[in-house]
T-cell receptor, first 114, second 110 residues
Framework: NAGVTQTPKFQVLKTGQSMTLQCAQDMNHNSMYWYRQDPGMGLRLIYYSASEGTTDKGEVPNGYNVSRLNKREFSLRLESAAPSQTSVYFC?????????????FGQGTRLTVV | ELKVEQNPLFLSMQEGKNYTIYCNYSTTSDRLYWYRQDPGKSLESLFVLLSNGAVKQEGRLMASLDTKARLSTLHITAAVHDLSATYFCADRGGADGLTFGKGTHLIIQP
C-alpha cells in the first residue's frame, strides 16, 4: 500500500539553487496538494490541482511552481531557493476537491536552504 | 479569509485524565477533519465529520461537530502516553483544499 510517495525525503540547497520535489499517488485520486509545514504555523497550502491538467494557487504560492504531469504525479519546483523556503513539504491527495473523503499525506520532504 | 483556530496549542496532562481540544472555524462548512502527527512523521487521518451533530469515537478519542457554533471538539478519555502527538483540525470550507489549524501539541506524562 504505497499511497502517496514523495521524493526526496531530505534535501539541502544553497540559496539560488533550484530543485523539484516529486509526488506520486496510486489511489486514483483526482485532487492533489502541496503544503508546507513550519513550526507553530500548522500546514499552509502552496498549490493544488483539482484534476489532471489544472493547477491553482493556494495560500503561499510565491517562489514555487507546480506541474500536474498526469493523474498520478504532481511536482513542486523551487526555481531559486531562498532560506525562507526552509520547511517540511507535504504532498497530499484526495478523491474529490469538495468531496467527503479526507486527504492522504506523503511522508514529507525536509528541505533546508542555506 | 478562512480561519481555523485550535486551543489550546500546547497541553501537558497526566495519564488517566480527561481533556478536550477545541477547534473553531470561520466558514459555513459542514465537514471537519482531525489528524494526528507524531514527531518527524506525516499526518494520519483520525476522524472525518461530515454533518452537524456528527460524533465519532476511536478508542480513547471522540470527536464531535457543531456546525451552528462552527465548533469541533476532540475529547480524550483516560489519557495514555501513546496518545502524545500533535493534533490538527482542518476545515474544507473553501474551494482549495483543507485549511488547517496550528495544531495542539499534546504531551501525556505518566
Amino acid at each position: 500500500n504505497a499511497g502517496v510517495t514523495q521524493t526526496p525525503k531530505f534535501q539541502v540547497l544553497k540559496t539560488g539553487q533550484s530543485m523539484t520535489l516529486q509526488c506520486a499517488q496510486d489511489m486514483n485520486h483526482n485532487s492533489m496538494y502541496w503544503y508546507r509545514q513550519d513550526p507553530g504555523m500548522g500546514l499552509r497550502l502552496i498549490y493544488y490541482s483539482a484534476s489532471e491538467g489544472t493547477t491553482d494557487k493556494g495560500e503561499v504560492p510565491n517562489g514555487y511552481n507546480v506541474s500536474r504531469l498526469n493523474k498520478r504525479e504532481f511536482s513542486l519546483r523551487l526555481e531559486s531557493a531562498a532560506p525562507s523556503q526552509t520547511s517540511v513539504y507535504f504532498c497530499a491527495s484526495s478523491g474529490l476537491l469538495r468531496g467527503n473523503t479526507e486527504a492522504f499525506f506523503g511522508q514529507g520532504t525536509r528541505l533546508t536552504v542555506v | 479569509e478562512l480561519k481555523v483556530e485550535q486551543n489550546p496549542l500546547f497541553l501537558s496532562m497526566q495519564e488517566g485524565k480527561n481533556y478536550t481540544i477545541y477547534c473553531n472555524y470561520s466558514t459555513t462548512s459542514d465537514r471537519l477533519y482531525w489528524y494526528r502527527q507524531d514527531p518527524g512523521k506525516s499526518l494520519e487521518s483520525l476522524f472525518v465529520l461530515l454533518s452537524n451533530g456528527a460524533v465519532k469515537q476511536e478508542g480513547r478519542l471522540m470527536a464531535s461537530l457543531d456546525t451552528k457554533a462552527r465548533l469541533s471538539t476532540l475529547h480524550i478519555t483516560a489519557a495514555v502516553h501513546d496518545l502524545s502527538a500533535t493534533y490538527f483540525c482542518a476545515d474544507r470550507g473553501g474551494a482549495d483544499g483543507l485549511t488547517f489549524g496550528k495544531g495542539t501539541h499534546l504531551i501525556i506524562q505518566p
